[in-house]
């Protein structure tokens, strides 16, 4: 999979794949993430990217121009499945939806900004709008690297046994049940003694009831 990343913040978006298992991924090669500057496709000798809204009212917008640059320029040395937008208006991210992009080949991610982009860059470049949830961040960079995580973890040979995806919350629509570490006992704080026990069905079965509970008490939406 090769993920390339449109914003005008792009040092927003170094680090998050600089550590753990997102800088493993790409070490494997099993992922590549470009980063690419809006501001390097940008208008005239002050490199424009945003300017104010027809019709007036306060905040900048992204212009078609510069996005389009970049885009056509990405286009021109591969196919891409998707280019997403990243908004607070989109659709609301899921697991389902992460895994059937993690299916994907190739994907851009345009980050919004201020008011956002011009709205024919939505209609014309952008195939798919996401939003990590209801609430409003500065820009769309964060949102960006949560759903890069959320794709990459689920690529063949990223996660190994330890960090298995298979039993992560929601990947069969449950939250995950409790879990422990030594020590069996910790200022008289117990771990439940069926895990200690050796008896493999029983702990599975405990950890599916436990799983019903939770999801019951915390998500009863889930069920
Ligand atoms: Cl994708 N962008 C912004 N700016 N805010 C958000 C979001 C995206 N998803 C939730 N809030």
């Given at each position: 999979?090769?993920?390339?990343?449109?914003?005008?913040?792009?040092?927003?978006?170094?680090?998050?794949?600089?550590?753990?298992?997102?800088?493993?991924?790409?070490?494997?090669?099993?992922?590549?993430?470009?980063?690419?500057?809006?501001?390097?496709?940008?208008?005239?000798?002050?490199?424009?990217?945003?300017?104010?809204?027809?019709?007036?009212?306060?905040?900048?917008?992204?212009?078609?121009?510069?996005?389009?640059?970049?885009?056509?320029?990405?286009?021109?040395?591969?196919?891409?499945?998707?280019?997403?937008?990243?908004?607070?208006?989109?659709?609301?991210?899921?697991?389902?939806?992460?895994?059937?992009?993690?299916?994907?080949?190739?994907?851009?991610?345009?980050?919004?900004?201020?008011?956002?982009?011009?709205?024919?860059?939505?209609?014309?470049?952008?195939?798919?709008?996401?939003?990590?949830?209801?609430?409003?961040?500065?820009?769309?960079?964060?949102?960006?690297?949560?759903?890069?995580?959320?794709?990459?973890?689920?690529?063949?040979?990223?996660?190994?046994d330890e960090?298995s995806?298979l039993t992560d919350t929601?990947q069969d629509?449950l939250l995950a049940p409790p879990v422990y570490t030594r020590p069996s006992n910790y200022k008289g704080m117990e771990v439940p003694k069926i895990l200690t026990s050796g008896n493999t069905p029983k702990i599975e079965q405990w950890r599916e009831e436990e799983a019903l509970k939770r999801t019951q008490s915390r998500r009863?939406?889930?069920l």
């Amino acid at each position: 999979m090769r993920i390339d990343i449109i914003t005008v913040l792009p040092e927003l978006l170094e680090s998050p794949f600089e550590a753990s298992i997102l800088k493993r991924a790409i070490q494997k090669g099993l992922v590549e993430v470009h980063l690419h500057n809006l501001r390097e496709y940008g208008m005239g000798n002050y490199k424009q990217v945003d300017d104010y809204q027809f019709g007036g009212g306060a905040g900048m917008v992204l212009m078609i121009e510069p996005i389009d640059k970049c885009i056509s320029s990405l286009k021109t040395e591969r196919k891409y499945d998707e280019v997403i937008y990243l908004t607070p208006d989109g659709e609301t991210l899921n697991q389902a939806i992460t895994n059937e992009l993690s299916l994907k080949g190739n994907l851009i991610l345009l980050c919004g900004h201020y008011k956002g982009v011009d709205q024919r860059v939505r209609e014309s470049l952008v195939t798919r709008e996401i939003s990590i949830g209801d609430y409003v961040l500065s820009g769309g960079e964060l949102a960006a690297a949560v759903l890069s995580d959320a794709i990459i973890r689920l690529l063949p040979g990223v996660l190994n046994d330890e960090t298995s995806a298979l039993t992560d919350t929601f990947q069969d629509n449950l939250l995950a049940p409790p879990v422990y570490t030594r020590p069996s006992n910790y200022k008289g704080m117990e771990v439940p003694k069926i895990l200690t026990s050796g008896n493999t069905p029983k702990i599975e079965q405990w950890r599916e009831e436990e799983a019903l509970k939770r999801t019951q008490s915390r998500r009863p939406d889930l069920l």
